[in-house]
């Protein structure tokens, strides 16, 4: 559906250790009566409870598995069970997608009510869901690693009604036929005249497109086909530039690389997360970012809400 919402919870925005104010990496995007989550780390169910976004969720995706991002699926499993859950829970994720559920239903077998499902991704695998898709890209993080992306359906164009006025369409339910594109017969017998949906439809619009680096080096320019033209661009931004040797060291990005990114993607807001604990201050993040990327930059704190709006 065209009109539904779609709105990012940052529930946990720190890098690899905890701060007095941010958890672990956590992102649940909401789009209409759908909630998928990017990435669990521990102390996630706090953060949902707080944010009081519930715990309703249709499928978890795993950038990779380093603890910080899947602890908390453990608690939270076990709290889905406890409060009734019985509809499949599926976890997506890199190699390892298996063994790591195996594992989770091991420690959860006496709580279990739900089935848990695993699927491996890579490089351009893609998910269906209604009305949009989540496709996964490679990460350079050291070891295998996916970022994601939600990218809705294309938009139909712009009904023109006083085009499908002025070709004889009477206003009514012959006007959502067209919409939804469905021709349509005006008149009966030899007077009958046909319209199209191209007559009166503009061209179809853009859907809104969500991008998720997880943890990883600066790799935009292996996604640009898959990732340009992002509304949210969610990045790694772990250092400022002052340590970009550490950030390469550890396959991490600079603030600046995210930046960079952004600009060659085309994204409308960049959104720097999973910031060192090693910073009480990360303003210096938004001005490395600003030197290479003109639109509107994000540094949230937990618990902060986004919605993308439509594109005109």
Known sequence: MSGETLHVYFLGTAGALPTPSRNPPCIMIRRGSDTLLFDCGEGAQQQMMRSRCGFTVNAIFVSHWHADHFLGIFGLVQTMSFNGRTEPLTIYGPEWVHEF???????????????????????????????YTVTAFAANHGLPSLGYILEEDPRPGRFNREQ?????????????????????????????????????????????????????????????????NADLLIHDATYDDSESARAAEFYHATATQAGEAAAALNAKTLVLIHTSSRYTDVQAHASDARKKFSGTILIPNDLDMVEVPFRD
């Open 164 to 228: 499908a006025i002025a070709l004889g369409v009477p206003a009514g339910p012959l006007f959502g036929r067209l919409q939804r594109g469905e021709p349509v017969t005006i008149g009966t017998g030899d007077a009958a005249v046909g319209v199209r949906p191209e007559q009166v439809m503009g061209e179809p619009r853009p859907g809104r497109k969500i991008v998720y680096t997880g943890d990883t080096r600066a790799i935009y320019s292996t996604i640009l086909d898959l990732a340009r």
């Open 101 to 131: 559920v195996n594992t989770l239903r091991h420690v959860a077998r006496f709580n279990l009510k739900f089935p848990l499902d695993a699927v491996e991704l890579g490089h351009g695998s893609w998910v269906r869901f209604d009305g």
